[in-house]
């Protein structure tokens, strides 16, 4: 029953955002009394938790993935990213309240754990950049950011999110080539 609760929960975070997570309707959709939930989770604080680790969990799972068949940034890593619909929701949901400090600080680990693992190549590979690894993080952060925020829920199609990240990209490229991003790069 424990991983009904969290099966459920995920879901509804990913879909609806935290605020909007109800014992009563997450009871109703599990088929199961609040004092179920209580048995399980001492409080809504410790189900969130447990919830951030699952999505922790399925962020290592992807990074596995990604690190066996991603060979290019576009279209391999986007493609990836469609066949976890729900968890891409989660992380958007962390995304736009990273004003909570947890919710911010998964969301940041996963990305840049993401990043370490095997994005961040993909991603100089693709723009064919030899930069430092300090500003190769900072580009790819920037991108993250503006893609995240374009994330539409209703289409989270292999194409819409190559769409997205080939906009940014070329978005970046004309940033790169800016006077401004030449004098911020020296900014220590």
């Known amino acids: 029953m424990k ?28 088929g199961a009394s609040r004092s179920s939930f209580y048995h399980y989770f001492a409080e809504i604080d410790v189900f969130v938790d447990e919830l951030l680790e699952l999505h922790w ?26 066949e976890y619909p729900i968890p891409l929701q989660f992380s958007r949901q962390l995304f736009l309240n990273r004003n909570i400090p947890r919710y911010n600080y998964v969301f940041l680990k996963a990305y840049e754990t993401s990043a370490k693992i095997f994005v961040l190549d993909l991603f100089a590979d693709h723009l064919e950049l030899e930069l430092p690894h300090r500003d190769l993080n900072h580009l790819f952060l920037t991108l993250g950011e503006a893609w995240y925020s ?28 800016s006077g401004v991003y030449s004098k911020l790069r020296k900014v220590p």
């Not at 995920?10 to 959709?29: M, T």
Request: charged content about 30%.
């Open 150 to 177: 374009r994330l539409d829920p209703q289409d989270l199609s292999a194409e819409v999110l190559c769409s997205h990240a080939e906009d940014i990209l070329q978005n970046l490229m004309s940033f790169m080539d």
């Open 57 to 82: 969990t399925i962020c290592q799972e992807f990074n596995s993935a990604g690190k066996k068949s991603c060979k290019k940034m576009i279209p391999d890593l986007y493609e990836l990213l469609a």
């Open 3 to 30: 991983k009904k609760w969290l099966e459920q929960g995920y879901k509804d975070f990913a879909i609806d955002g935290p605020d909007k997570l109800s014992i009563n309707n997450l009871a109703k959709k599990v």
